[in-house]
């Protein structure tokens, strides 16, 4: 149970893995419409927004789908000539359902309610302390999502381009935040 | 009864057996002396069974997954594991 939650890329084969993923993209898209978030960025989920549409939800996860794919299959093939795309993009896409469930913590708008009121004065955190309880429970559920979500990018491109050696790992690492330093240049473009 | 399992290793320093003795089980002619074994003898069964398993599917990796119930990255990344194992058994020519 537990490799086919963090590692289904040894056992399954790329195309099923490639048709939940898919499946996985307008379902994702979807419940960030429903629970105000924003994939604003190729490794990001943030809570609190009103003005997402499913159109914006989607076009922001293709976005974060082309960079993540792009940089790591460019990362897969420098150490590995045999590495396939379709093995890559099976990661990214399966990696990126624990995202999707991260908006969930966007349910009753609870989260954007707190985040609205205490905004950047760091006096009113005090004072609301029972009510930012819950959220920083929420927030404390969360990181297994996140986790997941590393595990799952690691093990993908793990099994798809045979990394091993720690040079390569430091190397996947400094990929991951390249490309995260790259989306910060690419998604202004969706909000033009 | 099972067939007992060629030992490739020592059992006292793990370095590698060589084969010193050979016998004829018809006439009981014995052939004394030094001989290496060959790089794939050298592997354990589990890997000998993988490459005579890619012997038998004339090289298929899609069709070994398929068999062994494991996707074809792990399947070519056992390969190409093996393939430097094998690269470093054999001695350069």
Same mark, same amino acid.
């Given at each position: 149970?537990?490799?086919?939650?963090?590692?289904?890329?040894?056992?399954?084969?790329?195309?099923?893995?490639?048709?939940?993923?898919?499946?996985?993209?307008?379902?994702?898209?979807?419940?960030?419409?429903?629970?105000?978030?924003?994939?604003?960025?190729?490794?990001?989920?943030?809570?609190?927004?009103?003005?997402?549409?499913?159109?914006?939800?989607?076009?922001?996860?293709?976005?974060?789908?082309?960079?993540?794919?792009?940089?790591?299959?460019?990362?897969?093939?420098?150490?590995?000539?045999?590495?396939?795309?379709?093995?890559?993009?099976?990661?990214?896409?399966? +990696?990126?359902?624990?995202?999707?469930?991260?908006?969930?913590?966007?349910?009753?708008?609870?989260?954007?309610?707190?985040? +609205?009121?205490?905004?950047?004065?760091?006096?009113?955190?005090?004072?609301?302390?029972?009510?930012?309880?819950?959220?920083?429970?929420?927030?404390?559920?969360?990181?297994?999502?996140?986790?997941?979500?590393?595990?799952?990018?690691?093990?993908?491109?793990?099994?798809?381009?045979?990394?091993?050696?720690?040079?390569?790992?430091?190397?996947?690492?400094?990929?991951?935040?390249?490309?995260?330093?790259?989306?910060?240049?690419?998604?202004?473009?969706?909000?033009? | 009864?099972?067939?007992?399992?060629?030992?490739?290793?020592?059992?006292?320093?793990?370095?590698?057996?060589?084969?010193?003795?050979?016998?004829?089980?018809?006439?009981?002619?014995?052939?004394?002396?030094?001989?290496?074994?060959?790089?794939?003898?050298?592997?354990?069964?589990?890997?000998?069974?993988?490459?005579?398993?890619?012997?038998?599917?004339?090289?298929?990796?899609?069709?070994?997954?398929?068999?062994?119930?494991?996707?074809?990255?792990?399947?070519?990344?056992?390969?190409?594991?093996?393939?430097?194992?094998?690269?470093?058994?054999?001695?350069?020519?």
């Amino acid at each position: 149970m537990k490799k086919l939650l963090f590692n289904p890329f040894e056992k399954y084969d790329a195309r099923p893995l490639l048709f939940i993923g898919l499946l996985g993209i307008p379902f994702g898209s979807l419940l960030a419409y429903l629970f105000g978030a924003h994939y604003n960025g190729a490794l990001d989920m943030h809570i609190g927004s009103e003005d997402t549409t499913f159109v914006l939800a989607f076009t922001e996860n293709i976005f974060a789908i082309a960079l993540l794919f792009a940089g790591l299959f460019i990362y897969s093939y420098s150490i590995n000539k045999k590495t396939r795309p379709i093995d890559i993009l099976s990661t990214v896409l399966i +990696a990126r359902i624990p995202l999707y469930i991260t908006t969930l913590a966007g349910v009753g708008g609870y989260m954007a309610k707190i985040d +609205a009121v205490v905004g950047d004065d760091p006096g009113t955190i005090e004072k609301m302390l029972p009510e930012i309880l819950p959220v920083l429970l929420i927030s404390l559920l969360l990181i297994p999502l996140v986790i997941w979500f590393f595990a799952l990018l690691y093990n993908g491109v793990k099994t798809a381009s045979n990394l091993k050696t720690t040079k390569q790992i430091v190397m996947f690492i400094v990929t991951i935040l390249l490309i995260e330093i790259v989306s910060f240049f690419i998604f202004p473009l969706i909000y033009q | 009864m099972q067939t007992p399992k060629l030992p490739i290793a020592c059992p006292s320093c793990s370095a590698s057996l060589q084969v010193s003795r050979l016998s004829c089980p018809s006439c009981n002619t014995e052939v004394t002396g030094n001989f290496p074994l060959p790089p794939l003898l050298r592997l354990p069964a589990d890997e000998q069974a993988f490459i005579l398993q890619f012997f038998l599917t004339s090289g298929s990796l899609k069709e070994m997954a398929a068999q062994m119930g494991i996707s074809y990255p792990t399947v070519r990344n056992r390969l190409d594991d093996l393939i430097e194992k094998v690269k470093k058994l054999t001695p350069e020519e």
